[in-house]
């Protein structure tokens, strides 16, 4: 897999290398407990989004016979919609992030009973 660091420089990686566990069970980081404040610099965090898209789009490259197989494509499908449309909605990644995916995006946005096309958007 190809990722592009905060330089720009254009690195090979694999799926393991991209981890984001230790962020998001942290609670110095990801505050899960009521009435624990967010930090100032959560929104700077936003490259685990664009690590998840990575992750996302690994399990469909190198994956989807096997969850196909287990039947768990509509799950996966809905995951993939649902981080699309809340990464669009709050502008968390810019669109050359996810423009890998655009096909997919552009099918389970039209499928009937999925999100509209302009949702999409």
């Given at each position: 897999y190809y990722w592009y660091d905060?330089?720009?420089k254009?690195?090979?990686?694999t799926a393991p290398s991209i981890s984001v566990q230790k962020p998001v069970t942290n609670e110095d980081v990801f505050p899960t407990k009521y009435g624990r404040e967010f930090p100032s610099s959560f929104m700077s965090l936003g490259k685990i989004c664009t690590y998840l898209c990575h992750v996302l789009d690994h399990i469909y490259r190198a994956h989807l016979?096997?969850?196909?197989?287990?039947?768990?494509?509509?799950?996966?499908?809905?995951?993939?919609?649902?981080?699309?449309?809340?990464?669009?909605?709050?502008?968390l990644l810019d669109a050359k992030e996810t423009a890998v995916m655009d096909d997919l995006t552009e099918v389970l946005?039209?499928?009937?009973?999925?999100?509209?096309?302009?949702a999409c958007s």
């Amino acid at each position: 897999y190809y990722w592009y660091d905060e330089r720009g420089k254009k690195a090979k990686c694999t799926a393991p290398s991209i981890s984001v566990q230790k962020p998001v069970t942290n609670e110095d980081v990801f505050p899960t407990k009521y009435g624990r404040e967010f930090p100032s610099s959560f929104m700077s965090l936003g490259k685990i989004c664009t690590y998840l898209c990575h992750v996302l789009d690994h399990i469909y490259r190198a994956h989807l016979k096997t969850t196909l197989a287990l039947e768990l494509h509509s799950h996966l499908n809905t995951l993939y919609i649902h981080f699309i449309l809340f990464t669009r909605e709050f502008n968390l990644l810019d669109a050359k992030e996810t423009a890998v995916m655009d096909d997919l995006t552009e099918v389970l946005c039209s499928s009937p009973g999925g999100p509209t096309p302009a949702a999409c958007s």
